[in-house]
């Protein structure tokens, strides 16, 4: 067992336009599959990377603390795949100022969102509750 001591690390690659997830190597180098828990994390990103594109920075990368709080965001409000695409969808489409940057009032600019900010409990609630829509409720 000794001789076959597994070294796990995680890696980001960009392929064909793709975030493709890490991968589990042994000391031989041979690829081993991911976790299924990994793809769910990766598939978000992938769906963030392909709504978003145009509106908000891009992710290249998911480090553990992201990838956790992207977990427990998903996890906390039950979201599906599906319904995290309806989640970006809906403030591509109707929260066009977190995609922008705007002036503050005293000279300078907010900075448009970024991932990190929707996967927040106050970005959900906001979302949800109508505070951030530009739809007239």
């Known amino acids: 067992v000794a001789n076959h001591v597994y070294i796990a690390y995680t890696f980001l690659s960009m392929k064909n336009n793709k975030?493709?997830?890490?991968?589990t190597v042994d000391k031989g180098g041979e690829m081993k599959k991911k976790s299924i828990q990994d793809s769910k994390e990766q598939k978000a990103v992938?769906?963030?990377n392909r709504v978003m594109k145009g509106k908000m920075s891009?992710?290249?990368?998911?480090?553990?603390?992201?990838?956790?709080?992207?977990?427990?965001?998903?996890?906390?409000?039950?979201?599906?795949?599906?319904?995290?695409?309806?989640?970006?969808?809906?403030?591509?489409d109707n929260c066009g100022w977190m995609c922008e940057d705007r002036p503050n009032?005293?000279?300078?600019?907010?900075?448009?969102?970024?991932?990190?900010?929707?996967?927040?409990?106050?970005?959900?609630?906001?979302?949800?509750?109508?505070?951030y829509s530009e739809i007239k409720q």
């Open 19 to 23: 975030f493709t997830d890490g991968k």
């Open 46 to 48: 992938e769906i963030y």
């Open 58 to 92: 891009r992710v290249n990368e998911l480090p553990s603390q992201r990838k956790t709080k992207l977990k427990n965001f998903l996890s906390k409000f039950k979201f599906t795949l599906e319904d995290w695409e309806g989640y970006l969808t809906f403030i591509r």
């Open 105 to 131: 009032g005293n000279g300078g600019y907010w900075k448009a969102k970024k991932f990190d900010f929707l996967i927040t409990e106050k970005c959900y609630l906001g979302v949800t509750e109508g505070d």
